[in-house]
T-cell receptor
């Protein structure tokens, strides 16, 4: 089954404790992206990647890091999380040609 | 600055009552406009891509249209299972970044 998986689905952590949210896709998609979704603000793009070892900043990259060492994986790293990073995070992937994005199920992160 | 505005924020329809959702956009050259459906607690699901003014796409009770400044998602004779939040996104011709609107929450009452 074609899918995008994210782990963990729910995470409660404390300010400053480094964390990684994993994202994996099994569709051989070149394009992968991370979004955060907040009430009233909609989906905002954090980082995206056009292919292995190629990453670019989206609209709200501050406080986040990403890496793309393998085509199927695109982890999101919060090196020192803060409460304003409490949000619902989605990973997505697509073919570079069509950009019809497949989204993962989401990771709900709470930073206290 | 690239921007997407969706209206209305929320829409309640009786089953069978057709209506339209609006997506207005400002972008420095449009590469594509995308419609997604999002059910509560789930990730968005792709519906349509439109590339140029005058283009139309249809899927079951949904039809998306595009002009140079806005897109409409027309819902014909909706059913309760069409209840969801509908999201619009644009991709500028200059890059591979996406800008989403805040969505329209549609409720179809039996």
């Amino acid at each position: 089954e074609a899918q995008v998986t994210q782990n963990p689905r729910y995470l409660i952590t404390v300010t400053g404790k480094k964390l990684t949210v994993t994202c994996s896709q099994n569709m051989n998609h070149e394009y992968m992206s991370w979004y955060r979704q907040d009430p009233g603000l909609g989906l905002r793009q954090i980082y995206y990647s056009m292919n292995v070892e190629v990453t670019d900043k989206g609209d709200v990259p501050e406080g986040y890091k990403v890496s793309r060492k393998e085509k199927r994986n695109f982890p999101l790293i919060l090196e020192s999380p803060s409460p304003n990073q409490t949000s619902l995070y989605f990973c997505a992937s697509s073919l570079a040609q069509t950009h019809e994005q497949y989204f993962g199920p989401g990771t709900r992160l709470t930073v206290t | 600055e690239d921007q997407v505005t969706q209206s209305p924020e929320a829409l309640r329809l009786q089953e069978g009552e057709s209506s339209s959702l609006n997506c207005s956009y400002t972008v420095s050259g449009l590469r594509g406009l995308f419609w997604y459906r999002q059910d509560p607690g789930k990730g968005p699901e792709f519906l349509f891509t439109l590339y140029s003014a005058g283009e139309e796409k249809e899927k079951e009770r949904l039809k998306a249209t595009l002009t140079k400044k806005e897109s409409f998602l027309h819902i014909t004779a909706p059913k309760p299972e069409d209840s969801a939040t509908y999201l619009c996104a644009v991709q500028a011709i200059s890059g591979n970044q996406f800008y989403f609107g805040t969505g329209t929450s549609l409720t179809v009452i039996p």
